[in-house]
């Protein structure tokens, strides 16, 4: 596996993996691309034999980083993939001095709240009835040491 930072020209492979997941909110081309101008803004890319596989975004404003998305593709599941990807923003976010990693997700999203509490992410709060007007979004929290 390597991690890397995507580039502009990665985005439509990003949208054929968001896509795989019609539940999930799709940020589609033009929301890649905004990534790309902002320059606190870090898209992280997973590949496997020169594949990509997975990706993370997150916005590193000191003292916060705050994970936006995180997909993984529906055919490499279950194979550290996005751990990996995570650990690689703790890195970020250290060397950035942004230790507190923030992220919402919906109360009803079991893969990924046993993602975050296995790597050591906490519930803070909750906003109601969030995602389609029916599942709380949880907000968590992991501070890191820097
Ligand atoms: C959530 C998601 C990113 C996990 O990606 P992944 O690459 O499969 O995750 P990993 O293989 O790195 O899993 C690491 C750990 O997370 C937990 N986990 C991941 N998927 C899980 C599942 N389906 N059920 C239970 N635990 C799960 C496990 O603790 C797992 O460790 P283990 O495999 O050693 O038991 C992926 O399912 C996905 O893309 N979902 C759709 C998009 C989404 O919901 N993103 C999160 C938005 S907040």
């Known amino acids: 596996m390597t991690i890397n930072r995507a580039s502009k020209s990665d985005i439509p492979v990003l949208c054929q993996i968001e896509k795989k997941y019609p539940d999930y909110c799709l940020w589609g081309?033009?929301?890649f691309l905004a990534e790309f101008d902002k320059p606190f803004s870090v898209t992280l890319l997973?590949?496997?034999e020169g594949e990509i596989v997975a990706f993370l975004n997150f916005w590193l404003i000191r003292p916060k980083t705050e994970i936006n998305t995180l997909v993984t593709d529906t055919r490499?599941?279950?194979k550290g993939f996005a751990r990996a990807l995570l650990n690689k923003c703790f890195e970020y976010a250290r060397k950035n001095?942004?230790?507190e990693i923030l992220l919402e997700v919906a109360e009803n999203n079991f893969p990924a709240i046993s993602l975050y509490s296995s790597l050591g992410f906490n519930e803070i709060s909750r906003r109601p009835k969030y995602y389609n007007n029916?599942?709380?979004a949880i907000v968590m929290v992991k501070r890191i040491d820097i």
């Open 76 to 78: 490499h599941t279950r």
């Open 134 to 136: 029916t599942y709380d």
């Open 97 to 99: 001095d942004c230790p």
């Open 46 to 48: 997973a590949k496997a």
């Open 29 to 31: 081309e033009k929301g």
